[in-house]
């Protein structure tokens, strides 16, 4: 879809107003809207201005201008909007050159795959995300500094097996790590997931199954079909704004946090990965699992540089309270065929090439897609190039290996500062091609380490003061 196509669409759904969408650098959508009398094709050229000393991690105050230009091929109709309301997805460029803005994480995903063609290896990334999620009915939080707590609830969490907060208690709530594949009545969201079906359906983007999740409280996973890498990040923000919407609509509300409940299983991104080139795929072969040696040595790559992928994979904190022993998150670097308690799995497609692929496990639903694809790209890249072996494979059951057993297995980080570290110390893979700069890592890590990991590490928290008032 071209500028006036994606006019003539907005017009003939009968949009009143343009929004424009784009992704800040911690990976959340930020948007301003026009009416539609003012959208010409010269927006899609020349863009919008608007301040960028107000997103994170952005511009100063003093150099703040910047420009947004839209996408025409990303024109849908946004069903949240009581007035119609044509959206658009866009990149960032600097106003006086329309250069593309380096901290944009869009523009870190397009030269991604840039950056991949030039070397010749492949000219199609494709990834498939598997998000998760929770639905709760209410939730609440404070942070003052005299006081801090959380409350999430869910009707059909295990602690309200007892509860008359919702009326007559009617039974059925899902057990701790006892909510995979129940049906209703314990499925609880189950029509609110269908919706979430049906909404991403009507913007194009399909859906391949959904279901409840292990975890008691509502957790649930939407699986979208795979896509070319800056297409599936496109999607993925669509996937998050949607199921947020919805939930919305049903008095409910959705997290991506990895770990809001304790004691059950957390939220990841399952992410599958392969490359093709001239319409051919190039991860099936005749080594272990099937699968190629660039395969392999992709592999290799990314388990290379895991610990410094995580900064990226995994950037809260909350992601290593995700990334621990018992709950099915792999926190061990390895590589195995169909098991799920490696990080990496070769999943079992059977003999159609084209099905072939590698799934990296540690990821979480917090990562900025762009960011996150892009990294796990040239870490890929790196591996191939350098003919990275990843070692032998880990065929058992890793959560069930003894400490001695394990001592040769590297392990994920254990915070978002140490992936930090890990990031800081690692990173000349990612600057090829000019993909990432200095000046966008060193922000990152400035900004994650400032606004995330220092609060977190200096305020005290009811569990401390659990553990250690009457001292």
């Not at 044509?86 to 869009?106: K, V, W």
């Not at 996973?221 to 993925?236: G, K, P, Q, S």
Request: charged share 25%; aromatic share 12%.
């Amino acid at each position: 879809m071209n500028a006036k196509e994606a006019i003539e669409f907005g017009k003939k759904n009968g949009a009143l107003m343009v929004d424009f969408k784009f992704t800040d650098l911690v990976g959340a959508w930020q948007h301003f809207t026009i009416p539609m009398s003012q959208l010409d094709e010269e927006v899609f050229e020349e863009g919008l201005n608007f301040d960028g000393s107000s997103i994170r991690g952005w511009k100063s105050i003093n150099d703040s201008d910047m420009t947004y230009i839209p996408n025409p091929a990303s024109a849908k109709m946004d069903r949240f909007n009581e007035v119609p309301t044509l959206s658009f997805i866009g990149s960032i460029f600097t106003p006086d050159t329309l250069q593309p803005y380096e901290r944009c994480p869009r523009q870190v995903a397009q030269a991604a795959i840039k950056y991949l063609q030039s070397t010749g290896i492949a000219d199609t990334a494709y990834f498939g995300p598997e998000a998760e999620f929770f639905i709760f009915d209410d939730v609440r939080y404070e942070d003052t500094p005299n006081a801090s707590f959380y409350t999430i609830d869910s009707e059909e969490a295990v602690w309200n097996s007892g509860s008359d907060h919702y009326g007559a208690n009617l039974g059925y709530q899902a057990r701790h790590k006892g909510g995979y594949f129940p049906v209703m009545p314990t499925d609880k969201t189950h029509d609110i997931r269908t919706e979430m079906c049906l909404e991403l359906d009507r913007v194009g983007i399909p859906v391949e199954r959904q279901h409840h999740e292990v975890a008691t409280a509502g957790q649930g996973e939407i699986d979208i079909r795979f896509d070319e890498l800056v297409e599936m990040a496109d999607n993925m923000m669509w996937f998050k704004y949607i199921i947020k919407n919805v939930a919305r609509r049903h008095e409910k509300t959705a997290t991506f946090m990895p770990k809001p409940v304790f004691s059950d299983n957390g939220s990841g991104m399952h992410t599958h990965m392969s490359l093709w080139k001239d319409g051919k795929p190039l991860f099936a072969g005749n080594e272990y699992a099937g699968l190629s040696e660039m395969a392999i040595h992709f592999i290799g790559g990314i388990l290379k540089h895991a610990p410094s992928l995580c900064a990226f994979t995994n950037p809260s904190t909350n992601s290593y309270k995700r990334l621990v022993p018992g709950f099915e998150a792999p926190t061990r670097l390895a590589y195995s065929y169909k098991n799920r308690s490696a990080s990496i799995r070769i999943p079992m497609t059977g003999a159609d090439p084209k099905k072939k692929r590698i799934e990296f496990r540690t990821p979480d639903p917090t990562a900025n897609p762009y960011i996150a694809f892009s990294a796990l790209l040239l870490a890929g890249i790196d591996g191939i190039e350098n003919k990275i072996h990843p070692g032998d494979p880990l065929e058992k059951d890793i959560y069930g290996l003894s400490a001695e057993e394990l001592k040769d297995v590297a392990e994920v980080p254990g915070t978002l500062g140490e992936a930090l570290t890990n990031l800081r110390n690692n990173h000349e893979f990612l600057l090829k091609g000019g993909v990432f700069t200095e000046d966008f890592i060193q922000n990152w890590c400035d900004y994650k380490y400032e606004n995330e990991v220092l609060p977190v590490i200096q305020r005290p928290t009811p569990q401390e003061f659990s553990l250690y008032f009457d001292i």
